[in-house]
């Protein structure tokens, strides 16, 4: 049995390093009051790294923009006028997104390093897994800007990443797509990561379990219910035909980066399981109570309840597979 944690995380703007990694470390620090030994953040929650690289005055008017803490009405004339002219200079720029993306050109391998240096910190301190959400950061193999999430073992160290392969509308004009398929090993079973929208293609999560994962973890940044209720759907979906555990992991708040969608993030975020696993047959062994707000959900992972389901169940996907017939079909260029 392994007791692990997903996180749902709002859009935030931080200032600097600390300020971001206070906010990661407080999840991990509860993951580990509950006995948890693996947290998952969201597809994009290292993107708000970026900020620290921002001017000066932007960041201000768009921490304003976005506090939660100190109502516009509370913030007097020249607190008004100090926030309608930082966003009339944001919207002089054309938008956020272009404004992030030349942040993340320009200072890509200095926001890899502050990425690192924050989940390997939360994995350490909090001796948890830790797959730590995504960020649009350079490739160190190929230099390219990649959408992709690493993981890190309770002693801190570097697991590896994975790269999205599939991306959606709203990741092509920030990063280029990766072409690999990782899986990582922890202490109770094989992992996999899939980011977002790449839950949506079956051959992906196939894979990874095919080469022996026993959890797909969806880390996501869904910009309104629409591409959420698919993303979920997908989710959901892979692991029942995987007959995995999982996650769905959620980013939500505020959303400056995209270009026609733009809707707000939203969740909510789940831990999955095979039908067989859930008492009510749902699949879902928890999920967060809002769709738009910060929390944290913890589940149970049963590994050897799940092989025994693998061997037992009146669905035996794994030994009535039939890879003879499917391999006939293979030659996608074919017609």
């Keep these: 049995m392994v007791k692990v944690a997903c996180v749902q995380q709002k859009v935030k703007i931080h200032p600097d390093e600390d300020s971001f990694g206070a906010d990661v470390y407080k999840f991990a620090a509860e993951a580990k009051e509950q006995g948890c030994r693996l947290i998952a953040y969201p597809e994009g929650c290292g993107a708000m790294l970026v900020t620290q690289f921002m001017a000066k005055p932007l960041v201000k008017a768009l ?16 607190g008004k006028r100090f926030l309608a002219a930082g966003m009339d200079k944001i919207s002089g720029m054309q938008d956020i997104a272009k404004t992030f993306q030349k942040e ?45 999430s690493y993981v890190y073992a309770p002693d801190g160290s570097c697991l590896g990443r994975q790269n999205k392969i599939h991306l959606y509308i709203e990741d092509t004009h920030l990063c280029l797509p990766g072409d690999d398929i990782q899986l990582f090993d922890t202490e109770f079973g094989t992992i996999g990561v899939v980011i977002c929208y790449e839950g949506m293609f079956p051959e992906v999560s196939r894979v990874m379990a095919l080469k022996g994962a026993k959890a797909l973890i969806n880390v996501s940044a869904c910009p309104g219910d629409l591409i959420w209720h698919k993303i979920r759907a997908g989710a959901w979906a892979r692991c029942q035909d995987n007959q995995t555990y999982g996650m769905h992991s959620c980013l939500v708040g505020k959303n400056d980066v995209s270009k026609k969608y733009t809707d707000p993030y939203t969740g909510p975020s789940s831990i999955i399981a095979p039908l067989d696993l859930t008492a009510d047959y749902s699949g879902i062994m928890a999920a967060t109570a809002t769709p738009d707000q910060e929390e944290m959900i913890v589940a149970q992972w049963d590994m050897a309840a799940l092989e025994e389901m693998r061997r037992t169940s009146d669905t035996k996907i794994y030994s009535e597979m039939r890879p003879d017939v499917y391999r006939r079909y293979l030659d996608w260029g074919s017609e």
């Design 63 to 78: 921490t304003a923009a976005y506090s939660e803490d100190v109502p516009k009405s509370r913030l007097g004339q020249a």
């Design 104 to 148: 993340v050109e320009k200072n890509g391998s200095k926001l890899l390093e502050s990425y690192q240096r924050v989940f390997a910190g939360a994995a350490k301190e909090h001796n948890l897994y830790v797959v730590a959400g995504s960020n649009y950061v350079p490739d160190p193999d190929t230099g390219k800007i990649v959408n992709a």
